[in-house]
């Protein structure tokens, strides 16, 4: 939100030598964030105001080029014609417009210095200035055109186009939708620096008779106040005035028309969005109720949206003429030639807002700021802001009468103990501040007493705070306009032999290990679509589809919370791959949610008390398990190619051997057997087991798969369930033989359906424990072995703790190892 400080500053009695930067402190003080702040520059040398005399449209040139005659006036030289020959390009003005002219010797915004020069056949003395050219807005479609009779010709421009002003860019939290306006935000200064304030939404309001156009309201739950005052006789081409011109331009707003200028004036003054409809284009009653199935409505933006049944619309007797709180619909839209305007002010639901626009993807300054609650009962005040000004400027008649349809129900007030504030910031703050505080930010507040004889405030929220429910919230506002600052900080001191679980070392030394292996962790959100599942190729009674949905999801899209973490890894592979990324290797370790069949209803125990053992069962009960994984997804290459070679391919073994990294870290061996499981290639998957529990699955994801996904050929993936895996918080140390090892090879032939693993597994089993490790380091499938045959190379080594193997005892644990094997999986030595 962009708000000027010339503006912002209005409502507030000033003391001497407060200036922006204080102003910033004060804010921050308060808990508004303060994005930036930008200080309009000083223009130098001769800025003056111009009236154009004449155009000339210069057509011998592919772009609009004019020739423009215009008067200076006599104070820029006196003995000189009054008037200058400036080329421009825009079209937005015409002769008899107020123009801002830079003359030779300024020098505008970004040290833009103006000289006379020939240009386009003719000389061009100065330029015609735009807002942006003068650093006080960002609209450059034209330049800037004063109101007429607004100033005289030779004026000097800087004071009325206020460029001593500076612009804060400012976000408050969600939770407070009043401050997104001036008069919302001149109360947060008032109250940060104890300072005066007129609350311009306290304006009086005249009494009338009557209504100003009939309105029946068939959702109050949608719709709790609806008020609307009628102008006629506007003069359509009414220029907006310059200052409330300015004013936008500064708030980021663009100029339109005075109809609309004014709406949105009023908006940013009070916070309360306006809409207006030309009255000769409203035909009878207006309705505002809920939209019908398959109702439609062609909105502001000319797009023609199809309604929701849940959409709060306003009606007349043609249909649908507006999606209340987000856009109006374009057949009572304000035009060049409406005289007759209804203004329209109204209190909409915030949920029904905040979910319609984001349904139709229309977040506009409205919708923003009913989705986060308005004030009721500055409805009318500024609907009559509105209209005063039409009238003013425009030269209307306010008709009698106003529409005020439904009301303004007081917020109920809110209990504490006086003493509160100081038992939660354990600071003794002065008597009287709590009360004073509260009074502040608009609260009613009296003191009683309560049966123990202890003080009590009882505090009536304003109507524009209706986030004030609980003591907790008053507590918060007594500490955020006393200052955080004031609190003091200590941390508690940690209570002896606390400290990690054995859970989160674990969890910690998986990390270290993927990232010492070349991993790159990412993070990605938990949230999934449905779509998702068919293209991982998931069966339809896969228990992974099985997934708890978001009530209120950030993207109406992916509502899902995943049930595994590919999906997540996945979409960061895509992403990096997208930026030029080509060898990637991620990984993430977090929880994945899986619903438990016949959970309870979630309680809602309050929060005045602890809830009871019962309650807490409960909430465990109803809560879906989170168990702990830990995933990896590669592509590219695994090793990268160079003078040294050219490089190697990610593969389904090095998604394996990740899970071997990981097993090893938690002190546990992991068996790997052949598996057919989705999204993984059934001819490249391993099932990961620890003892016969399967943990886990890793390879290379299925070609299906990768195309439906779009990912890179070959891409390779691991999951493991880590809260699955045992924890080891005992790990002998290794025994470790100072005798040397005996080296042997050996070749078998086995029948190609038998996975390498049963092999290794066979001979481990034979060679006893003097057989320290197997590893295989050839496959080979042909004629020399028979159809249907493979022949696996495997090293053997074998060592003895005590002594020194002789020649003929390792070859007799080798034969041993090799009958184990024979005997097993019909394994012979290969020829």
Same mark, same amino acid.
């Given at each position: 939100m962009k708000v000027p400080y010339s503006w912002l500053t209005e409502h507030l009695a000033l003391e001497e030598g407060l200036g922006v930067d204080e102003l910033v402190d004060a804010l921050i003080r308060v808990g508004i964030e303060v994005e930036d702040v930008h200080r309009l520059e000083p223009v130098h040398g001769p800025l003056v105001i111009g009236r154009v005399e004449q155009i000339i449209e210069l057509t011998e040139f592919k772009k609009p080029i004019r020739y423009c005659r215009v008067d200076v006036g006599d104070t820029v030289a006196p003995d000189e014609d009054a008037t200058r020959g400036i080329i421009c390009g825009a079209t937005n003005f015409s002769e008899g417009d107020l123009v801002v002219v830079a003359l030779p010797g300024a020098v505008l915004p970004g040290n833009f210095a103006i000289s006379a020069r020939k240009t386009y056949g003719h000389l061009s003395e100065g330029m015609i200035c735009s807002a942006r050219e003068l650093?006080?807005?960002?609209? &450059?479609?034209?330049?800037?055109?004063?109101?007429?009779?607004?100033?005289?010709?030779?004026?000097?421009?800087?004071?009325?186009?206020?460029?001593? #002003?500076? !612009?804060? #860019?400012?976000?408050?939290?969600?939770?407070?939708?009043?401050?997104l306006s001036i008069r919302g935000m001149a109360r947060e200064l008032a109250c940060a620096l104890d300072l005066p304030f007129a609350d311009p939404g306290l304006r009086e309001v005249p009494e009338t008779e009557g209504d100003a156009w009939p309105v029946r309201i068939e959702d109050p739950a949608g719709c709790k106040r609806f008020v609307v005052r009628r102008v006629s006789g506007l003069d359509p081409k009414a220029p907006t005035p310059w200052w409330m011109q300015r004013r936008l331009m500064l708030s980021g707003i663009r100029s339109i028309s005075l109809a609309v200028d004014v709406t949105n004036y009023v908006m940013l003054e009070l916070g309360q969005p306006l809409h207006a409809f030309d009255a000769d284009s409203v035909k009878g009653e207006l309705v505002v109720r809920r939209a019908k199935e398959g109702e439609k409505l062609t909105t502001l933006d000319d797009v023609e949206r199809? +309604?929701?049944?849940?959409?709060?619309?306003?009606?007349?007797?043609?249909? !649908?003429?507006?999606?209340?709180?987000?856009m109006g619909g374009a057949t009572t839209e304000i035009t060049a030639e409406s005289t007759d305007v209804l203004l329209e002010g109204a209190f909409w639901d915030p949920a029904s807002i905040s979910r319609t626009s984001r349904r139709h993807h229309l977040f506009s300054e409205a919708a923003k700021r009913f989705e986060r609650h308005t004030d009721p009962a500055v409805a009318p005040v500024a609907v009559e802001l509105a209209a005063?000004?039409?009238?003013? %400027?425009?030269?209307?008649?306010?008709?009698?009468?106003?529409?005020?349809?439904?009301?303004?129900?007081?917020?109920?007030?809110?209990? *504490?103990?006086?003493?509160?504030p100081d038992q939660v910031a354990g600071v003794s703050y002065e008597r009287g501040v709590t009360a004073r505080r509260l009074t502040q930010i608009g609260c009613k507040v009296s003191i009683d007493t309560a049966p123990d004889g202890t003080g009590l405030v009882v505090a009536e929220p304003p109507t524009w705070r209706p986030d004030l429910k609980q003591?907790?919230?008053?507590? @918060?506002?007594?500490?955020?306009?006393?200052? %955080?600052?004031?609190i003091p900080s200590t941390l508690p001191a940690a209570p002896a032999g606390s400290g990690l679980t054995a859970e989160q070392r674990r969890k910690r030394s998986v990390a270290r290990a993927l990232a010492e292996a070349g991993y790159v962790e990412v993070v990605p959100a938990p949230f999934v679509s449905a779509e998702v599942w068919d293209? *991982?190729?998931?069966?339809? #009674?896969? !228990?992974?589809?099985?997934?708890?949905?978001?009530?209120?999801?950030?993207?109406?899209?992916?509502?899902?919370?995943?049930?595994?973490?590919?999906?997540?890894? +996945?979409?960061?592979?895509?992403?990096?791959?997208?930026?030029?990324?080509?060898?990637?290797?991620?990984? &993430?370790?977090?929880?994945?949610?899986?619903?438990?069949?016949?959970?309870?209803?979630?309680?809602?125990?309050?929060?005045?008390?602890?809830?009871?053992? @019962?309650?807490?069962?409960?909430?465990?009960?109803?809560?879906?398990?989170?168990?702990v994984h830990v995933a990896v997804v590669l592509s590219g290459h695994r090793e990268r190619a160079g003078w040294w070679g050219p490089g190697r391919q990610a593969s389904w073994a090095d998604a394996i051997e990740t899970a071997r990294v990981v097993a090893d870290i938690s002190g546990v061996e992991l068996t790997v057997e052949a598996a057919d499981h989705a999204p993984w290639h059934p001819g490249r998957c391993a099932r990961l087991l620890v003892g016969d529990w399967p943990v886990g699955y890793a390879g290379e994801l299925h070609p299906k798969v990768v195309e439906a996904m779009g990912l890179p050929k070959r891409t390779a993936a691991m999951e493991l369930d880590l809260d699955a895996i045992p924890v080891v918080e005992k790990r002998p140390a290794p025994a470790m033989s100072p005798y040397p090892p005996v080296l042997m090879d050996v070749a078998l032939v086995v029948d190609a359906a038998v996975p390498a693993a049963s092999v290794a597994k066979a001979l481990r089993s034979g060679g006893g424990d003097r057989l320290e490790d197997v590893s295989l380091f050839d496959v080979y499938t042909g004629e020399q072995i028979g159809e249907g045959k493979q022949s696996l190379a495997f090293k053997l080594r074998f060592r003895d703790p005590e002594r020194t193997l002789s020649s003929e005892e390792a070859v007799e644990l080798r034969d041993a190892a090799v009958a184990a094997a024979a005997e097993q999986v019909g394994a012979s030595l290969r020829a």
């Open positions: 650093g006080i807005g960002d609209d &450059h479609t034209g330049i800037l055109v004063l109101p007429r009779n607004s100033a005289t010709p030779g004026e000097d421009a800087r004071e009325g186009l206020g460029l001593d #002003d500076a !612009v804060l #860019d400012l976000t408050p939290t969600p939770d407070r939708g009043y401050a199809t +309604l929701d049944p849940e959409d709060i619309v306003i009606c007349d007797e043609t249909g !649908v003429i507006s999606l209340a709180g987000t005063t000004l039409l009238r003013d %400027y425009g030269g209307g008649t306010i008709e009698p009468g106003r529409t005020d349809e439904g009301g303004v129900e007081p917020l109920p007030p809110v209990t *504490m103990p006086i003493s509160l003591p907790a919230d008053l507590v @918060e506002e007594v500490l955020r306009l006393e200052g %955080y600052d004031t293209k *991982m190729g998931l069966p339809s #009674d896969d !228990v992974r589809r099985q997934t708890v949905s978001v009530l209120n999801a950030l993207d109406a899209e992916s509502s899902e919370l995943t049930t595994t973490l590919l999906p997540g890894l +996945l979409d960061a592979l895509l992403r990096n791959e997208s930026r030029g990324l080509r060898d990637i290797a991620l990984f &993430h370790i977090g929880q994945v949610f899986l619903p438990q069949k016949g959970a309870p209803q979630v309680p809602d125990p309050t929060v005045a008390e602890r809830p009871s053992d @019962e309650e807490i069962a409960t909430l465990e009960a109803a809560v879906p398990k989170q168990p």
